[in-house]
């Protein structure tokens, strides 16, 4: 009997070139790999999917890398593989810069009915510094062909913390991109990876953490006062226009990963494949790593993942799914962050407030202790 599957994640490690930030599964000018890549993507999933119901897939994410610079008869054929069923949400990203109405007419015409635009920023100064390859005008650009393309759901990124940027200039940007009327706004804080460019050449002027941390609670602000909810720490959405997949992450659920470096989290095992390109090509199905969680793990990452959330934990379905009651076994934890205002529980509902968010990091890693 065939399984449930319900998310399905494609990694796409094609670039032009690489972001000084950057630090996913990417690699540029290797454009003669991608029919060998797709042919190992079809392989691996129909191995994989073998014994699972596509119908009942309710989400498909092909992020990246620029999956956008990718001929887009390749993403016909791999969702005419796949065949989500009608409703489904099928999200691609793409990066202004790379794409033009007609290809984005394509990719609605093959099936995707969600994009995220990879903006970043408004500033063009701001975005060489990045490494990116647009400008802003062409960002500007890409959202309206995305609409007239036919495109009702569009999420822009936008990042902050960046270098000699001001809670001023960032709130500027905020700004900007309520003009674009999109229905959800993804708002990240510069982190410097290991290996990216920028941690083998730190970038001067980078604002302080009290700035970012203005930032950040004046992002929430603006956005919920133009008719956002601030529904994860780091995104935002006019009403029924979450996103479904990553909320299938916060949510703790299932999914499959294909692609090199891509992730998954299939019957209790969490799993990545091999990040080298040629080697993933030359076998998709070998696992670099393969971990079977305990039922310890799996409630740590529920609690993890719940309190990403804005509306956080609801105590009593946590109780029954996990058969553990947080309150109780987390009491001090709670009551400590609580007392102080970073934490609220009401009404059934355990939660960060907007302040805690800002240091949830410490806050979670309290929990898994």
Known sequence: MKRPLKSIYIHMPFCKSKCNYCGFVSYSGKESLIEAYFEALHKGIAAKMGGFESNNIETLYVGGGTPSVIDHAYYEQLLSAITPPPGAEITMEVNPG???????????????????????????????????????????????????????????????????????????????????????????????????????????????????????????????????????????????????????????????GFGAGAHGYVNRVRYSNNPNLEEYIANPLRLVTQNTLSDEEIIEEGIFLGLRLAKGIDIAQFREEYDIDIPQKYAPVIEKYVSCGLMEFTDGMLRLTTNGMLVSNTIMAEFLE
């Open 98 to 256: 790379t794409v033009s109405y007609e290809y984005l007419k394509n990719l609605r015409h093959a099936g995707f009915n969600r994009l995220s635009i990879g903006v970043q920023s408004f500033d063009n100064k701001t975005l060489k510094t990045l490494g990116r390859i647009h400008t802003a005008h062409e960002a500007l650009t890409t959202v309206e062909e995305a609409k007239n393309a036919g495109f009702e759901n569009i999420s822009i990124d936008l990042m902050y913390g960046l270098p000699e940027q001001t809670p001023d200039n960032w709130e500027k940007t905020v700004l900007k991109a309520l003009e674009l009327d999109v229905n959800h706004i993804s708002t990240y804080c510069l982190k410097i990876e290991d290996g990216t460019k920028f941690f083998h050449n730190m970038p001067d002027s980078l604002p302080d953490e009290d700035a970012t941390s203005e930032m950040f609670i004046s992002t929430a602000k603006i956005l919920s006062e133009n008719g956002f909810e601030h529904y994860e720490i780091s995104n935002h959405a006019k009403k029924g226009c979450e996103s479904k997949h990553n909320l299938a992450y916060w949510r703790n659920q299932e999914y499959f």
